[in-house]
């Protein structure tokens, strides 16, 4: 990479994540950079341990190429539609074995909290604190089976409540509305868990719709969710959410999310799938060229919603 | 009343959604509670305030949202923040007074599993796991639960607990959550594709309902304990036209939830 | 006050702020409720607890006119000014003494943290938490000097940090740039701790300097900082926050803090002061007429700066 | 250079601005810290980033505030976040390159007292308090220190710790610091009216610049112990017309912090 921070998602790729990594590519059913993980898979990563509260459709892919080592989430599901094949064959008694073998697919590693103890371990990684306590997981198995999550008295005397400890990724990947050359990002609509994600690790991706010109961020600082402060690379890939969504931009893409319901049932369909829509296709472009552009224009919102504008007023 | 035909996934949707009468703020689950309480909002309870966890507060969706992140839930929205603020304001804060879930397994003190069936290490089936349920079950002032009933979900024993219910009955459940300072006092309702069930004073699930077409028979076979009953066993009104054209036309024209 | 929440300030503050409680003013430097601060002084409210981490001119004046028993804070002055003496003389051994008498006035009670810890007091407060952690206070005095700050052992076996327990005040009064007639709150510019002060409370007043329709606050649902869920009353107050200021609507009166400096220093000018621009001033329109319109005028921004607007999307 | 008079005061800001150069992240005061940031962003740093407690990344203010929370931070700002996530993601999250404070009192390790003179249940003086400067001086890489120097305020034994510095000599504040995991590296220069003073390896406080016009008498005289001189002492360069006319001009007009 150049100087600057803008690079290609290849670049931003090859330099940014390494074999062994913590990845968390985030982003609640919104903004999922779908574009980031199938050029991770391009350039066959191994060993990654894959964070996510929702590991989505983005993860089964990622994880059915053969990525991933390790699984940290909270809800492993398509929502509203069923499993994640590609996963669930990689944990079942059944299809996976520890270290595979017998024409059994090697077993994953999880690690598993709920959602609330997904984002506070991303909030305590972003604030370097050694826990974070929560009122969840009592009289749950989930401690039993995740030893990380523990046990703390109040100091003050008025019981026990539950701590997880921080989750500090090797790299973030985040996908936003907009940022400007130097990686401050804004984000409108559901922001799920990335603030945290993105102050909580070593590296960070923003992965972009639009670049915009630093006066369009300065002009609403409220709305900037990650300064360039802690973004190493800023990815200018339109439509690179796809199936996933982009609040005001383009619709969830809820056919493929069903169509993938079969897929994903199906080792060998999910193997040709890859071949198919990642492998054998040289980045985002050509993905959206090849998914036709009456899909894509199928997206578009049904009209607009402008949020007004707001008055910061000039003081000099 | 209707003379049109109705599916029992229709008459528990119907069935869960008219619990919700009366509520103020709801906390929605993804699936079977999605299309529950998007119906209750157009019928029984249409000043209920929609939470989802993804981060939204007041949701007004113009059409049902396949997951429960979608972009028509934030369009004109009261609030959109974090899911941090989420989980902490409002859900820990004490604001939801109804959680809605859906369950892969449940018990009769309305303990829930959606992690494995099997071994945990190495399942028969990984399902879901918690998403926000753990901490929904805890934290909302009541719980309500959706689910069809089978032999295989309405179990003795589940094999994960994922969200507390009612524990090992009404009185541990009672001492624990009060010394633990829980603001949830637990499941409230489980409606099924059979009946609706309530909590007794034992924290023991009762029969309260049976739906139109549904037989006792059908409950005892599909109940792994031996169920206990209402005195007076209501039969539950079924699907008006307008619930079935709600249904049918605005919430799930695919009936990707009815069928 | 009737069904609706929309009520004046005499009516909000005779409900809703009762003697012996907590009272949080809050906004740091930004948004500051005088007009709340000086209606509770005309009401005679007695043995306050008044929580807000820079007390500031408000809670000068609040403590001078004797609402107040305690004081709970983290940084105590007349920013880039000076000293805040209503509050000073009520703590130093030479003007007061426990329980006052001899010439000398009744020693305010304080609790003091840094401005971390009330931060994280309030958030512990709207969370619903016993306790929040923090790397803080390490080899201080704070911890001697107020020992609810409390050690706390990691889970993890990494290190100790410090605690800080809730603050859930009575009520916390929150003055903002607008809100609908259901309490739903929008802000922007300096946020503060309003949102976590009004999350931690049990009641909840919203003073605006506008109410504007449902449909404003729906159009642009992420920059609204409180819910109306949680907001008992509405009050409806233009330059409700001067001295302070309204980002985009009127400026900090920057020589009002500085002639503030002169007043507070005598016990006597304070009272003076108290009696003419509180006691004998009916309310805050008074209080704007009595400052006079071209004063008023002098604080309007030098020009304007545009948030721009961003699209939601209709999605049907 | 400059023919022109100037203050002490003057000499103490604009020595205290030199220092932030090649300075990246800077976290700034309330009082002289903060004209002596928004100095150095207009001469010797113009990018460095200025972070402001009251939740404000990326200021770029056009008048002088009077106070750190102003209007004029925010417009124009990159980033504007509530004060939680301030102190929870910058602060305390290692970003920080620099915390620029001032002290009421401070002793020859750096350590500060903003809180009370005299007993602390019955003061003397009340001063401020803490506001961010405790978890600063913890959590920002490098602590800076502006403050007028004299018998009161450079003392044997500050009569609070507010603020921690080099604790009781550098080797016992290494050791405290790596076992607590604090970020903070402790205090690197204090600027006062009369000079600059760095610290030592044994982590006490060396004057190594005399600024034009004060003497060591006026030093000695005005520390409460016998201070280290650097072995080659420098004479601070004395103001520029350009310093002296952005300060007198833009940043200070009504010379609230000069005179």
């Known amino acids: 990479m150049s100087d600057s921070k803008v690079a290609s998602m290849h670049d931003a790729v090859a330099e940014l994540v390494r074999d062994g990594d913590t990845v968390a590519i985030e982003g609640f059913t919104h903004l999922i950079s779908f574009a980031a993980g199938h050029e991770i898979i391009r350039q066959g990563r191994r060993d990654l341990t894959l964070a996510r509260m929702t590991p989505d459709l983005v993860y089964d892919q990622m994880v059915a190429a053969g990525v991933a080592r390790k699984l940290i989430f909270s809800w492993l599901g398509n929502p509203g539609v069923g499993g994640l094949g590609g996963i669930r064959r990689r944990i079942e008694a059944a299809t996976s074995a520890p270290g595979g073998g017998d024409g059994r697919l090697p077993r994953l590693e999880v690690e598993e909290y709920s959602h609330f103890g997904m984002v506070a371990r991303y909030t305590a990684g972003a604030a370097n604190l050694p826990f974070m306590p929560l009122r969840s997981y009592f009289e749950t198995d989930l401690p039993t089976a995740n030893p990380q999550i523990r046990e703390i008295d109040s100091p003050y005397g008025d019981g026990k409540v539950y701590a997880v400890p921080p989750l500090k990724p090797d790299v973030s990947i985040v996908h936003a509305q907009r940022a400007d050359r130097d990686g401050n990002t804004q984000i409108w609509g559901l922001l799920g868990c990335q603030k945290e994600a993105a102050f909580a690790a070593d590296r960070v991706v923003v992965v972009v719709e639009e670049l915009v010109d630093e006066a369009v961020i300065r002009a609403d600082p409220n709305r900037t969710i990650i300064p360039g402060l802690i973004v190493d690379a800023v990815v200018v890939e339109p439509y690179g959410a796809h199936p996933s969504y982009v609040q005001g931009a383009y619709d969830r893409d809820n056919r493929f999310y069903l169509e993938w319901d079969a897929i994903t049932k199906d080792e060998a369909a999910l193997q040709a799938w890859l071949r198919e829509w990642v492998l054998d296709v040289d980045g985002r472009a050509a993905y959206i060229d090849k998914l036709g552009p009456d899909r894509v224009a199928a997206l578009r919102p049904s009209g607009t919603a402008p949020s007004g504008v707001v008055d910061y007023g000039a003081y000099r | ?259």
Request: glycine share 12%; hydrophobic share 40%.
């Open chain 2, 1 to 259: 009343m209707t003379d049109v035909p109705f599916t029992r996934n229709e008459m528990m949707i119907v069935a869960a959604a008219r619990e919700l009468a009366g509520q103020r703020v709801c906390f929605v689950g993804v699936g079977l509670p999605n299309i529950a309480v998007n119906l209750a909002k157009r019928t029984v309870a249409p000043d209920m305030e929609l939470v989802y966890e993804a981060g939204v507060f007041g949701a007004r969706p113009a059409r049902l949202p396949l997951s429960i992140g979608d972009p028509t839930i934030v369009t004109g929205a009261t609030s959109v923040v974090s899911m941090h603020e989420l989980f902490s304001f409002y859900l820990q804060g004490g604001l939801i007074d109804v959680g809605f879930l859906g369950a892969a397994q449940i018990d009769r003190f309305g303990n829930i599993n959606t992690t494995v069936i099997g071994d945990y290490d190495a399942p028969t089936t990984r399902l879901p796991g918690s998403g926000g349920a753990c901490e929904i079950a805890i934290n909302a002032r009541q719980v309500f639960v959706i689910m069809r009933q089978s032999a295989r979900s309405f179990v003795e024993r589940i094999d994960f607990r994922t969200s507390p219910g009612n524990l090992g009955g009404a009185e541990q459940a009672e001492r624990i959550r009060g010394e633990g300072g829980w603001l949830g006092r637990g499941p409230s309702v489980v409606v099924t594709d059979l009946g609706i069930w309530h909590f007794d004073d034992d924290g023991e699930m009762r029969l309260d309902s049976l739906h139109p077409g549904a037989s006792l028979e059908d409950v005892r076979s599909s109940v792994h304990w031996a169920p206990k009953l209402a005195a007076s066993l209501a039969t539950t009104p079924p699907p008006t036209d307008e619930e079935l054209r709600l249904i049918r036309e605005e919430l799930d024209p695919g009936g990707a939830y009815t069928r």
